[in-house]
């Protein structure tokens, strides 16, 4: 996962709860750069801003603290499945909202079937991922 990054000054992994945190904190960690955790609502201590997204199943929101990014900073998305997208789709835009810069998403898997790649792609976002697994 890190090393189409390791020459890009990356300033900022955005890790989506909860596999997120587990490879977004190793990310961070080999590229010297912050760590940024997305959460469901009403899960981070300080100020946040949120954001609603749409599931399979129906609308949820995710957070992140107000000062996690900065304007301008570069930033990689990661968690472990794109799947319909619905999810790195709405840490995008949260991420957009306080003015990072997406760089990437990168993912373990990808459902390709579901669509999700396709939606990140749509909005300008390079998406990488390990393996594919066609059919669901």
Do not use: N, W
């Not at 760089?103 to 909005?123: H, M, N, Q, T, Y």
């Amino acid at each position: 996962l890190v090393r189409p990054y390791q020459d890009l000054a990356i300033d900022q992994i955005a890790g989506i709860e909860a596999r997120g945190f587990i490879l977004g904190g190793a990310m961070a960690h080999q590229l010297s750069a912050g760590f940024v955790p997305i959460r469901k609502k009403g899960k981070l201590p300080h100020t946040t801003v949120s954001v609603a997204y749409s599931l399979e199943y129906g609308v949820d929101e995710m957070e992140m603290h107000v000062d996690a990014v900065k304007p301008g900073e570069k930033v990689i998305l990661c968690d472990d499945l794109i799947a319909t997208g619905g999810t790195a789709e709405g840490a995008v835009k949260l991420l957009r909202q306080l003015g990072a810069e997406v760089v990437s998403a990168c993912f373990v898997i990808d459902l390709p079937e579901l669509g999700g790649r396709k939606k990140l792609e749509a909005l300008g976002v390079e998406v990488r991922t390990l393996v594919s697994f066609d059919g669901h």
